[in-house]
């Protein structure tokens, strides 16, 4: 290991016997998130806030989970910002999350995949086990930093294409609301193949729901011999209960 590369297992009091299930949240705090629900006095933004902490709570009551599971968090508004750097969940305290500014997607995406590698050389300079990550990204809207085509736009689907077919990372993108461009969502994560990740809308104001699904995701992949095919599984699962739930 360089003496330049952190040392896990040094810093951090983490079991070495002990597989990590790193999990990337990529999310969406731009100027519309500061828009209210219709009928409710909080605005998108507070119910993602509200989020965080639900995911917080449901992992840390998971005995098994809850050291297990490691947390990074990104977020893309008025530039994009590394809220948390990974950290195991039990040590994370979700900060209060502003928006502003427009929808950098593209570029979070990156930053994301970068903050995940950057774990994963860490888990392996430590010799530390880990399952397969789990990246998910939330929207309410669409991206303003690549369109179809275009160079970012290609370079982020190639990093997805060649995160999810190579193994490195199951992907899943949620657009909340009737104002996310799911068509966009679908065109930008169609080189995920079958089993690597999934593409899906939720109803306006359910960040609630996200999380849910995120955490009880999280807890399968953190459960011994899971396999990746298990996970996409519980994620449609899981998304099908909430469907049925909001009907």
Excluded: C
């Amino acid at each position: 290991m360089s003496e330049d590369t952190p040392s896990l297992t040094k810093d951090e009091d983490l079991d070495p016997t002990v597989a990590r299930t790193p999990t990337v949240l990529i999310l969406d705090t731009s100027g519309s998130m500061d828009w209210d629900i219709d009928g409710m006095d909080k605005s998108r933004i507070d119910f993602l806030n509200d989020g965080q902490e639900y995911f917080k709570d449901e992992i840390e009551n998971n005995n098994h989970a809850a050291v297990r599971v490691d947390i990074g968090v990104v977020t893309f508004g008025s530039g994009v910002t590394v809220d948390q750097e990974m950290i195991n969940i039990e040590d994370w305290e979700p900060t209060e999350l502003k928006p502003s500014g427009r929808t950098p997607m593209g570029e979070a995406i990156d930053e994301g995949l970068q903050l995940l590698e950057e774990r994963k050389d860490e888990y392996k300079n430590d010799a530390l086990p880990y399952n397969r990550p789990l990246v998910w990204l939330l929207t309410d809207g669409e991206p303003t930093d690549m369109e179809v085509g275009d160079q970012t736009w290609d370079k982020v689907q190639n990093l997805i294409d060649v995160g999810t077919d190579d193994k490195h990372f199951l992907f899943f993108a949620v657009g909340v609301g009737d104002d996310a461009n799911m068509d966009k969502l679908n065109k930008l994560t169609s080189v995920v193949g079958k089993g690597q990740g999934k593409t899906f809308p939720l109803e306006e104001g359910m960040f609630d729901e996200f999380f849910r699904i995120v955490s009880e995701t999280s807890q399968k992949a953190s459960e011994q011999d899971s396999e990746a095919e298990d996970v996409a599984e519980e994620v449609e699962e899981v998304a099908s209960q909430v469907d049925a739930n909001s009907a």
